[in-house]
C-alpha cells in the first residue's frame, strides 16, 4: 500500500474511533449512546487491522461488538426507565473531570510530540506469522495463564447469573414480574 | 517504511482514554459509565497492540488477549450487578444509590 493511502487508512480509522466514542459521552439518550459505541468499536478493529494483528479484528467484533455492546443495549432495556431522554444524565462534574482530562491528554500529547518512538528497530514479523506466533505462545509460555483467564470468566459468569437470579425468598410470581418493570 | 508510527497509534489512544475517563467522571447512569470503561479499555488494548508489533513482540497482544477477558468478566458481573440494583431499588441513578454513605 502507497505511503498516502496508509495515512489516509490510518486517519479515516481515527476519526471513526474518536468522533462517536465523544458522542457516546455527550449524547443525552442512553439508548443513542450504546448505539454510538459501535462505530468506535469498530474503527478500533480497524486500527488492528492496521497492525497487522488479524486475531484482534476478530476478537474485536467477537467479543466486545458481538457479546459486550449487545449485554450492555439489553441491560439498557432491562432497566428502562432510566432510557427517559429527559432525566438528566450529567452530574455536576463537567467543569472538573473535562479540564483534568484534557491536561492529562495534552500531556501526553506532549510528551509524544517530545519523545517520538523511533521506527521499530525489529523489521515487523508480517500478520500470519504474528498470529502463529500467538498461537503457539498460547498454548506454551501463556498456558497456564490462559487457563487461568478461562476460569475467572467462567466464574464470572456463575456469579452473573447468581447476581441476575430473582431472589427465591420473594415467592409471589405475580409480584416479581411487575417488579423489574418499575410501572407502578 | 511505514508513516503510522507507534507514536500515533500512543496518541489517538491517549485520546480515546481521555475521552473515556471523562465519561466516567461526569455521567449518572452506571451503564454509560460501563460503555467509557470499555472506551478506556480498548484505549489501554490498542496501546498494548500497537507496542507489541513495534517491539516486534507477542507479549503485547498476548496482555491485550487478557485484558479482553477480563473486560468480558467485568461486564457481566457488572452488569448483573445492575439489573439487581434496578430491580430492588428502582433507580440505578448512581447519586441515588447511596446506602454505603454515611
Known amino acids: 500500500m502507497s505511503t498516502l493511502a496508509v495515512m489516509g487508512a490510518f486517519l479515516a480509522l481515527t476519526v471513526l474511533t474518536l468522533f462517536p466514542a465523544i458522542m457516546v459521552i455527550s449524547t443525552r439518550n442512553v439508548l443513542h449512546a450504546g448505539f454510538w459505541l459501535l462505530p468506535c468499536l469498530i474503527g478500533v478493529a480497524g486500527l488492528y487491522a492496521m497492525l497487522d494483528a488479524h486475531f484482534f479484528v476478530v476478537a474485536q467484533v467477537l467479543v466486545y461488538i458481538g457479546a459486550i455492546l449487545v449485554l450492555i443495549l439489553f441491560s439498557l432495556m432491562l432497566t428502562r426507565d432510566v432510557m427517559n431522554p429527559k432525566a438528566p444524565q450529567h452530574n455536576g462534574l463537567v467543569g472538573v473531570a473535562v479540564p483534568i482530562c484534557a491536561t492529562m491528554s495534552a500531556i501526553c500529547a506532549l510528551l509524544l510530540a517530545r519523545h517520538p518512538w523511533p521506527a521499530g528497530p525489529v523489521a515487523a514479523a508480517g500478520a500470519q506469522d504474528q498470529t502463529v506466533a500467538l498461537g503457539r505462545a498460547l498454548i506454551g509460555t501463556y498456558a497456564l495463564p490462559f487457563e487461568a483467564a478461562s476460569v475467572l470468566l467462567l466464574a464470572a459468569l456463575v456469579g452473573a447469573i447468581v447476581l441476575a437470579k430473582a431472589p427465591q425468598s420473594e415467592p409471589p410470581a405475580a409480584e416479581r414480574i411487575e417488579c423489574p418493570g418499575g410501572e407502578k | ?102
Open chain 2, 1 to 102: 517504511m511505514d508513516p503510522i508510527t507507534a507514536t500515533h497509534y500512543i496518541g489517538l489512544s491517549a485520546i480515546l482514554f481521555a475521552i473515556g475517563a471523562v465519561g466516567v467522571g461526569i455521567k449518572r447512569n452506571p451503564i454509560v459509565i460501563f460503555m467509557c470503561i470499555e472506551l478506556m479499555l480498548n484505549a489501554a488494548n490498542l496501546a498494548l497492540v500497537a507496542m507489541g508489533k513495534h517491539l516486534g513482540s507477542i507479549s503485547g497482544q498476548m496482555m491485550a488477549i487478557f485484558v479482553m477477558a477480563v473486560a468480558a468478566a467485568e461486564v457481566a458481573i457488572g452488569l448483573g450487578i445492575i439489573v439487581s440494583i434496578f430491580r430492588s431499588r428502582e433507580t440505578i441513578d448512581i447519586d441515588e444509590v447511596n446506602l454505603l454513605k454515611l
